[in-house]
Structures are given as structure tokens and as C-alpha cells.
């Protein structure tokens, strides 16, 4: 990596970042490295008053060797996440690529929850399952700021997933990880019950100790996995994914 000052770059800087650059100039121990080629980008870069920008082939990094005044920080940009996925979307996703999983659809009002509920009795389901959609686990032993109490419901009949989610819909519900506040639950799933006779846990998730991917899997699969981690940390395997070599 190369340093260089603000004015060895200005080639490659537009008008708005080289007038933010030289106002940064005059501050002093500081090191630039090729620095992005807008302000908008530069500005998304800074969160903090102690950081320095370098550069490799995948992009711009802070590093915390430098102050930067307070006229950058204004403008930083907010950070957002794009990854949240909910049940029903992960199991579109499934399905597209061949994966089995429960036949079943999404519904945002309890009419309609009840006409897919119909639909998959027509086709036989024994057991109808309705589950209300949040980003976070451990819905089944949540409740509702209601007092209504599970997110997740196995029922016997289109009327009874119509009324249970007229008490879900709308109304907010809380988990061991959503905090006291709860998330709002807009979309219920309803799918058919299915019968198994072992229950396995896999999952990908990523790790800020392993710096990526890591796969954790555990023969004593179901709901509860984080007491299970708990009770017996033998049981849950982990295992870290070389990027690179996959």
C-alpha cells in the first residue's frame, strides 16, 4: 500500500472529495491511500473520528491511524442490511432449486390464511401449521404484547389457522431474541404438518471469530438448539469454510 497526501491524487478525485481532502490536509499525522474517486463513497467510509483509508483490489478499509475532523462525519452514510431473509422466503428459495420442504404458502390476512389452510386439506394435509414471520428465533415460545401466547401453532382445521391468525396478525411478537420491544408481524406461513422420525440440525452461518462462513451441524436437531449448546456444547460440531478453498 502507498500513502501519499491529498494533492498526489487529485487526478483521480472529484472537485467535491479534493475540497473535503484539503480541508483534511491541514490536519495533522494523517495518510491517505488511494482514496475512493467520489464523496458520497468517502463519506460512507468514515464512522468514527480515528480513521485512516486504505485500498486493495476489493475495495476501500478504514484503519485507525488517523483523525479525521468532524466535517466528514456529518455526512457519513447509516449502515443497512440486505441478508434478512423469513421462513418463506428461505423455502422459495428451496423449492427453486429441488430442496423438499412443506407445501404451504404465505398469507397477510386471515381470510387468506384460511383459504390456503382449505387448499392443503383438499390435499390431504393431516396437521396444519401457521407461523408468524419475524426475523428471530424461538417464536414457538414467544408471545404477543396481547398476551396471546406462541408464534407458531399446529391446528386442525382452516378455522382455527383463521383464528389464530387474526391474533397474530398486526400485533407484535416477542422473543428471546427480538427484546422486550417485539417485532411486528405482517405475514403468517401456513403450511401442512408432516411426520418424521429423527430430527437434525444444520447450519451456515457467518462468524466474526472464524473472520467467514462456518458450517455448524448436530444430531440432536429441533427448535431448541441454543439449549441444547447449552446442556452439551459436545453435541453441536462446528466447522470453519476456507473461502477460498472452499
Same mark, same amino acid.
Given at each position: 500500500?502507498? *500513502?501519499? %497526501?491529498?494533492?498526489?491524487? @487529485? ?26 474517486? *467520489? ?64 407445501? %404451504?404458502?404465505?398469507?397477510? /390476512? ?8 382449505? !387448499? ?6 393431516? !396437521? ?11 417464536? $414457538?415460545? %414467544?408471545?404477543?404484547? /396481547?398476551?396471546?401466547? $406462541? ?8 378455522? !382455527?389457522?383463521?383464528? @389464530? ?6 400485533? *407484535? ?19 401442512? $404438518? ?32 441454543? !439449549? ?5 456444547? /459436545?453435541?453441536?460440531? /462446528?466447522?470453519?469454510? @476456507?473461502?477460498?478453498?472452499?
Amino acid at each position: 500500500w502507498v *500513502s501519499a %497526501g491529498p494533492e498526489q491524487h @487529485n487526478h483521480v478525485l472529484s472537485s467535491s472529495t479534493r475540497t473535503m481532502l484539503r480541508g483534511v490536509g491541514k490536519q495533522p499525522n494523517l495518510s491517505f491511500c488511494c482514496l475512493p474517486t *467520489s464523496s458520497s463513497l468517502l463519506q460512507s467510509t468514515i464512522y468514527n473520528r480515528n480513521v485512516s483509508f486504505l485500498h486493495n483490489s476489493r475495495g476501500f478499509y478504514p484503519s485507525a491511524t488517523c483523525r479525521i475532523p468532524r466535517m466528514l462525519l456529518r455526512n457519513r452514510a447509516e449502515q443497512r442490511r440486505f441478508l434478512n431473509l423469513h421462513e418463506y422466503q428461505s423455502k422459495g428459495l428451496m423449492t427453486s432449486y429441488g430442496v423438499r420442504v412443506q407445501k %404451504g404458502k404465505v398469507a397477510s /390476512t386471515p381470510k387468506e390464511a384460511r383459504n390456503i389452510a382449505e !387448499e392443503l386439506v383438499s390435499e390431504d394435509a393431516k !396437521e396444519l401449521i401457521l407461523k408468524a414471520q419475524i426475523h428471530a428465533g424461538g417464536r $414457538g415460545q %414467544g408471545h404477543f404484547d /396481547t398476551g396471546f401466547q $406462541g408464534g407458531v401453532q399446529v391446528l386442525g382445521n382452516a378455522k !382455527e389457522v383463521e383464528e @389464530n391468525a387474526m391474533k397474530m396478525l398486526g400485533n *407484535s411478537l416477542i422473543t428471546k431474541q427480538t427484546g422486550p420491544e417485539g417485532q411486528l408481524v405482517s405475514k403468517v406461513l401456513v403450511h401442512e $404438518g408432516v411426520t418424521f422420525s429423527r430430527e437434525l440440525y444444520l447450519a451456515i452461518l457467518m462468524d466474526r471469530n472464524h473472520n467467514g462462513p462456518i458450517i455448524i451441524s448436530s444430531v440432536e436437531g429441533g427448535m431448541d438448539i441454543e !439449549e441444547v449448546a447449552a446442556k452439551d456444547p /459436545t453435541a453441536i460440531h /462446528t466447522r470453519a469454510i @476456507n473461502i477460498e478453498k472452499g
